[in-house]
């Protein structure tokens, strides 16, 4: 059973950091990066990594916000610095099918930020 599982959102004040992580299981599935809905929004990109290897990250985060990965472990890591209360949203893990065109979606984690 292909399964992506995400850990770490919670309820930070602005201007904390935050880290989630992702962990894909299953052999049809890697875990690549993160998206995120807002109450009444469309669901966005945050960032992930493409098949190449690069990294596609939202101009509203790129100068706050890390993505990291271990490959071995197949987790991809969001690192949230400097959380503003616009950044609240439900956080999706996405994950693409190791050897198919499949996407897979992880059930999410709410993050809450205080201001």
């Known amino acids: 059973q292909v399964q992506l599982v995400e850990s770490g959102g919670g309820l930070v004040q602005a201007g904390e950091s935050l880290k989630l992580s992702c962990r894909g299981s299953?052999?049809?599935?890697?875990?690549v990066g993160w998206y995120r809905q807002a109450p009444g929004k469309q669901r966005e990109l945050v960032a992930t990594?493409?098949?190449?290897?690069?990294?596609n990250v939202a101009d509203s985060v790129k100068d706050r916000f890390i993505l990291s990965r271990e490959n071995n472990k197949n987790t991809v890591h969001l690192h949230m610095n400097r959380v503003k209360p616009e950044d609240t949203a439900r956080y999706y893990c996405?994950?693409?099918?190791?050897?198919?065109?499949?996407?897979?979606w992880g059930l999410g984690t709410q993050v809450t930020v205080s201001s």
């Open positions: 996405f994950g693409l099918g190791a050897r198919d065109d499949r996407n897979f």
């Open positions: 299953g052999r049809n599935v890697v875990a």
């Open positions: 990594f493409t098949r190449s290897g690069n990294s």
